[in-house]
C-alpha cells in the first residue's frame, strides 16, 4: 500500500515583509503519485515550491510539512536535499568557474553522504544526456553559462536523474520550451519515473502541453494562496475552456 511521502497540513506562509501569500495550503501526495497544482500568476504558486525546499525568504506562520512521516517545517534545503528533497527551478541560476561535473559531483556526494568517482559520475553523465539529447560537452561547461533556456531545463532534469530524489517539485519546467524540448524533457521525466516508481512528484505549470506527457494521478487549483478545488484531468480541460475565471 502507498505511503503519505509528502504530508502539508493547514500551511499559512509570509514574505520577509509580512505579506500572507499561503492561507492554509494542505495537501498529501503518496509514494508513486504525480500531482499538477495550477494557478494564474501571483497565487503562491512557486512560492509553495521553494517553501517545501526551505529556501530562508518566506517564513512558515503556521502549519506544517512532513517528509516520509518526518516534521521538517523547520529544517533548511540543505538538510531537506539530503533526505531525497529536490526542486528544479523556474529559472536556475549560473555558477561562473563550477563545471556541470564538479557540482554535480558535489550534489550527489552531499546527497548520498559517499564519495564517489569523476569516472563513474561521467559515464552515469554521458548516459542521460544521451537520453535528453544533450552535447556531452556540457559536462565540462560552467553550470548554466551561456546555455538557452532549453539547455537550462534539461540540465535540471539531468541533475534529478543523478541525485535520485524521493520527491521532485518541478516549478514551471516546461516554461520557455520550444515543443520538441518539451517533448525531451518530459521524455526525461518519464523515464527516471520508470527508474524511481516510487518517486513522488509535484509539478507546477500553467499549461496543459506538459500535462499530456506526464499524465497526473490529481490536479489541484491555486487561487489567491489557496487550494481551491483538486480533482483529475477533467480539471485540467476546464481550465483550458473556461480559464481561471471559473473559480474566481
Not at 24 to 36: M, T, Y
Not at 143 to 155: C, I, Q, V, W, Y
Request: some cysteine.
Amino acid at each position: 500500500m502507498p505511503k503519505a511521502l509528502l504530508e502539508i497540513n493547514d500551511l499559512y506562509i509570509t514574505a520577509e515583509d509580512g505579506t500572507e501569500i499561503l492561507n492554509g495550503v494542505s495537501l498529501i501526495i503518496q509514494e508513486g503519485e504525480v500531482h499538477a497544482l495550477m494557478g494564474p500568476n501571483g497565487c503562491g504558486k512557486s512560492t509553495l515550491a521553494t517553501s517545501l525546499l526551505g529556501t530562508p525568504e518566506y517564513l512558515v506562520t503556521k502549519g506544517s510539512i512532513k517528509f516520509k512521516g518526518e516534521d521538517i517545517t523547520g529544517l533548511d534545503s540543505s538538510e531537506r536535499g539530503k533526505l531525497g528533497m529536490f526542486l528544479a527551478f523556474q529559472y536556475p541560476q549560473e555558477f561562473p568557474g563550477v563545471s556541470v561535473l564538479n557540482f554535480l559531483r558535489q550534489t550527489v556526494e552531499a546527497r548520498t553522504s559517499k564519495e564517489i568517482s569523476i569516472l563513474n559520475l561521467r559515464k552515469l553523465m554521458l548516459a542521460w544526456m544521451e537520453k535528453l539529447d544533450m552535447d556531452t560537452s556540457f559536462a565540462d561547461r560552467y553550470l548554466n553559462e551561456g546555455f538557452s533556456g532549453g539547455e537550462k531545463k534539461r540540465n535540471e532534469i539531468l541533475q534529478m536523474a543523478l541525485l535520485e530524489p524521493d520527491f521532485a517539485v518541478l516549478d514551471e519546467t516546461d516554461s520557455g520550451l520550444d515543443i520538441d524540448a518539451l517533448q525531451i524533457v518530459a521524455n526525461g521525466l518519464n523515464q527516471i519515473r520508470k527508474e524511481r516508481s516510487e518517486m513522488g512528484v509535484l509539478t507546477i505549470t500553467h499549461y496543459q502541453r506538459l500535462l499530456d506527457h506526464l499524465e497526473p494521478d490529481y490536479v489541484h487549483i491555486l487561487i489567491d494562496g489557496k487550494i481551491v478545488e483538486s480533482g483529475g484531468f477533467e480539471l485540467v480541460e476546464k481550465l483550458d475552456s473556461q480559464g481561471y475565471e471559473a473559480w474566481l
